[in-house]
């Protein structure tokens, strides 16, 4: 379950399940400004001091005092690179770019400092995930756009293409045999009425992939099968059938499908393991018999061991190193918050360290006698007040891709070698972002009313002296997995920008905490998630940081329906609250949008919101606008089928019987979330003269 494709983004949503259509296909595509033939920016040699394993810094564009702030266009476009992983010989890098409003691949000859293959999904679906199986063969995933704020849904299809632009083709998905999707695609392998997700890369293997396969006709009750893929032709061979419904699997080092994980009756994932082919799967973990989720990561290289995450009671999920032979645990980190990505050798045979994010982000090495474990620790002693990781490498381990971040720098790229220990600078992910120029966010702690540990962030204006300051409290959406991280953030650096505060809160039921803390917000919509909400509020009022008198409350999708829940609950406390693609009646979750027709949708949303009428609707905004004293803005995608505009119509209607005032946007053209960059320039234009006329914030120095 390893990916050389690394992920430098996430988001959340109210919940995410698996798509299984949408068109998909590849075609050249116009370099976007800036990529021209991808002669990356100037290449700036970081010398390494050998003994200590320093480097100097990239020299960043000097921030003038007599400038305002960055224009709005700085923060509403995207990214230039979303994903970008180097060919096993470090011949090749591959990149996803969005680009007019969608996401290409393009795989660069480094050699040449050409464009040589692009990838381009078509209609509104986008290029998603990326692998590379050999020097020469690259396999994406296509997704299906939501919105500007969801993830896209992956669609279930595969691509291939060579480095060199030949061989594209469709592997598998349903228009794989045959059929016109206006692209110089080919077709080919049988035609599957299924979803693949990618398993496993098979190192040492440059002919197949293992994928994970889900047959959309009997999705709810027959288990996945797990399928070695020829990412030449398009054949697939079954090699193991899940335990259950809703199965994922980890495969070996030699390709064998041992550990499976799938979902029991309450939705708690039970893990499975089997000696090898043909095999039965046996019980290794039930959460239910044993109090702790295990999540299994990846096998080490002797294939005795595996790595997981255990979840611990009331703490932050641990990351171990199992012994399946005789069930021993060796604890590799422990903190106050949930282990992230495990980072890999070169071979992706082992793993040396793990992200975490507890407060800021951090590397933590966990095999500090290994090469590539001294090198990931002199990184971050090359970049300080930033995180250094290491994202993909060549096989083996000249090259290396280097990420370099921090809350105030959305993110660069560099080219490490090993053996000379210099790095080449490459790209930035928002090259027109100037790191000093922006906010600083700090992690924040506080007890909540019953005595609950929260954290979150809190992003303070340049200049001044930190307080009493207009506040914007912007809860995240989900709510439950999702969770704010100390990272750039263009929205609350928008908002810093401009005079304000913004307080981003790990409430309970975020994700990042362990699984009790998720729990905790179980069917607590509107009553002690939204309670931690008001606690947070009120906690920067008392450390001085905002006015009381200035203050507001902002989210989209969950966080839509706190914002509105917050000035039900809390008529005197907020100024003005601003829903975005927002929940506003829960009955409607049950009847509307893409949740409930999802695999489990309607069992997840028995267990987090629960089924009785009279409660839901007293946890509903749109059945209580009798109490909002605050003024209101509400911004709707009229194709949104995560949380549909029934839902924002439904609020409206009870408005204006009301007779309340508010004021609204509604784009017809967009999903979850604004994705064109027109709508989104007009949102926050119009929503940074909401917040003008409600708070008047002064502007930023």
């Known amino acids: 379950m390893t990916s050389s ?30 990529v021209t033939s991808m002669k990356w920016l100037s290449l700036i040699a970081l010398a390494l001091l050998p003994a200590l394993g320093l480097a100097q810094a990239p ?4 921030a003038t005092a007599a400038k305002g702030p960055p224009p709005l266009e700085d923060f509403t476009r995207n990214a230039d690179y979303a994903q970008m992983a180097i060919s096993p010989s470090g011949r090749y890098l591959a990149a996803t770019i969005p680009f007019d409003e969608t996401t290409v691949l393009y795989v660069i ?20 995930e990326f692998w590379w199986v050999n020097d020469t063969r690259i396999v994406a995933s296509v997704a299906e756009r939501l919105g500007g704020v969801d993830r896209p849904k992956p669609t279930g299809e595969l691509y291939a293409i060579n480095a060199d632009g030949s061989g594209s083709m469709q592997l598998f998905g349903s228009r794989a045999a045959g059929g016109a999707t206006g692209t110089r695609t080919k077709r080919g392998g049988a035609q599957r009425y299924a979803s693949a997700q990618v398993i496993d890369v098979l190192p040492g293997d440059e002919r197949h992939i293992l994928i994970a396969t889900f047959d959309w006709r009997n999705s709810q009750q027959a288990p996945p099968s797990a399928e070695l893929l020829d990412v030449y032709t398009g054949k697939t061979t079954r090699v193991a059938v899940g335990p259950k419904a809703g199965a994922s699997f980890v495969a070996d080092h030699e390709g064998k499908v041992r550990v499976a994980v799938a979902p029991n009756d309450r939705l708690n994932p039970v893990m499975y393991l089997r000696a090898g082919k043909g095999d039965e799967w046996g019980v290794f973990n039930d959460p239910d018999q044993s109090g702790a989720i295990i999540t299994p990561l990846l096998f080490a290289r002797d294939n005795r061991h595996l790595y997981a995450t255990i979840e611990r009671a009331d703490k932050a999920d641990a990351l171990y190193r199992i012994d399946l032979g005789d069930g021993k645990r060796e604890l590799l980190y422990e903190g106050g918050a949930d282990p992230g990505r495990l980072l890999l050798t070169p071979d992706r045979l082992d793993a040396y360290g793990v992200m975490t994010y507890d407060g800021k982000t951090a590397v ?25 990781v290491f994202g993909s490498f060549a096989e083996d381990g000249k090259f290396g891709l280097v990420h370099v971040f921090s809350d105030r720098n959305p993110g660069d790229f560099y080219l490490f070698d090993t053996t000379k220990k210099n790095a080449e600078y490459l790209a930035s992910a928002r090259k027109w972002i100037e790191p000093e120029q922006m906010a600083t966010m700090q992690p924040v702690r506080f007890k909540a009313r019953d005595g609950l540990e929260i954290n979150g962030y809190l992003t303070l204006p340049r200049g001044g002296d930190g307080k ?3 506040l914007i409290v912007n809860p995240h959406g989900g709510p439950h997995g999702p969770r704010d991280y100390w990272e750039f953030n263009p929205e609350a650096q928008l908002l810093a920008s401009r005079g304000y505060a913004v307080l981003q809160v790990n409430f309970r039921g975020s994700g990042g905490y362990g699984n009790d803390f998720q729990r905790a917000g179980y069917r607590q919509w509107g009553l002690r998630m939204q309670d931690d909400l008001t606690d947070a509020t009120r906690w920067a009022v008392q450390q001085g940081y905002a006015d009381p008198r200035r203050l507001c409350i902002y989210g989209a999708s969950y966080g839509g329906y706190a914002a509105l829940e917050g000035v039900v609950r809390e008529p005197d406390l907020y100024r003005c609250a601003i829903g975005y693609v927002g929940v506003y009646d829960l009955e409607l979750m049950y009847r509307d949008g893409d949740i409930p027709r999802g695999l489990f949708g309607k069992r997840y949303l028995e267990m987090v919101l629960g089924r009785d009428s009279t409660d839901l609707r007293a946890r509903s905004p749109a059945a209580n606008v009798d109490k909002i004293k605050a003024a209101l803005m509400i911004a709707v995608g009229g194709r949104d089928e995560r949380v549909p505009p029934s839902q924002a119509k439904a609020l409206r209607a009870a408005l204006d019987k009301a007779g309340k005032p508010y004021e609204w946007l509604l784009k017809d053209a967009e999903g979850h979330g604004f994705y064109r960059a027109e709508n989104r320039q007009e949102l926050y234009t119009r929503l940074l003269a909401f917040l003008t006329a409600n708070l008047a914030a002064p502007a930023a120095h």
């Not at 020299?59 to 000097?62: G, K, V, W």
């Not at 090469?371 to 970049?383: C, K």
């Open 59 to 62: 020299a960043t564009p000097a």
């Open 109 to 128: 000859d480094r050699t040449t400092n050409q464009r040589t293959a692009t990838i381009r999904a078509a209609g509104e679906n986008t290029v998603d």
């Open 5 to 34: 494709a690394w992920k430098i983004a996430m988001a959340g949503s109210l919940a995410s399940e698996a798509s299984a259509h949408g068109p998909a296909g590849s075609e050249p595509v116009p370099t976007p400004e800036g």
């Open 364 to 388: 933590h090495v966990f095999d500090t006698a290994s090469q590539f474990g001294r090198l990931a620790l002199s990184l971050q002693q090359a970049f300080p007040g930033q995180v250094a």
């Open 468 to 470: 009493n300051l207009p």
